[in-house]
C-alpha cells in the first residue's frame, strides 16, 4: 500500500533533467540584422541604407543581415519609427531587454516607435505594409494633432 504512494509523490516531483535537451547543445540565438532609414541627412551621407530589412524574403534570404547574438542577448526585436505617421526607421537586431509596444512623443512633430520583441531564432521577421504604419489609434492622435497645431501656426 505504500508503494503507490511513493511512486504518486515521485511523480509529484518536478524533474531537474531535461532529457535530449543539454544547454551546451542549444544553438545560439541568431537574430536579423539590419537599418534602413528614411531620415534625410541618412539618406544623404548613405548611412543605415539597407532596403531590404523592409522586406522579409528579401532579409530573410540574405545571410549578411543576420547575426549570432551574445550569451547576454536573449530577444530578437524589430522597432518601427514613424513621424507624424509616415515610416522614418526600421532596425532589426538582438538585445539584452525588450519591452514591447509603441511610445509616442514630441510637439507638432510627434515620433512614434513600436517594438516587436520575439526568442526564437530569425523570428524578428515582422514585415507588411501595416506593420511600417503606426497603430490606427496612434495615427488618429497623430493626425488630430497635426490639424490643431496647422490650426494654432495659421492663427499666429
Do not use: W
Amino acid at each position: 500500500m505504500q508503494y503507490p504512494v511513493v511512486v504518486f509523490l515521485t511523480a509529484l516531483v518536478p524533474s531537474t533533467f531535461s532529457y535530449g535537451e543539454d544547454k551546451d547543445d542549444q544553438e545560439p540565438l541568431q537574430c536579423n540584422f539590419c537599418v534602413h532609414s528614411r531620415k534625410k541627412k541618412e539618406v544623404e551621407e548613405g548611412l543605415n541604407q539597407e532596403p531590404d530589412c523592409m522586406n522579409r524574403l528579401k532579409f530573410l534570404s540574405r545571410s549578411d543581415l543576420r547575426r549570432t547574438c551574445t550569451e547576454k542577448e536573449k530577444y530578437c526585436v524589430s522597432t518601427v519609427t514613424n513621424l507624424n505617421g509616415f515610416f522614418v526607421m526600421i532596425d532589426r537586431d538582438c538585445a539584452e531587454e525588450c519591452a514591447e509596444g509603441c511610445e509616442e512623443r514630441g510637439y507638432g512633430l510627434f515620433y512614434s516607435e513600436c517594438t516587436r520583441c520575439c526568442q526564437g531564432s530569425l523570428c524578428n521577421e515582422f514585415d507588411g505594409r501595416a506593420y511600417y504604419l503606426p497603430l490606427a489609434a496612434d495615427s488618429s492622435s497623430t493626425a488630430i494633432a497635426f490639424i490643431i497645431s496647422s490650426l494654432f501656426v495659421l492663427t499666429l
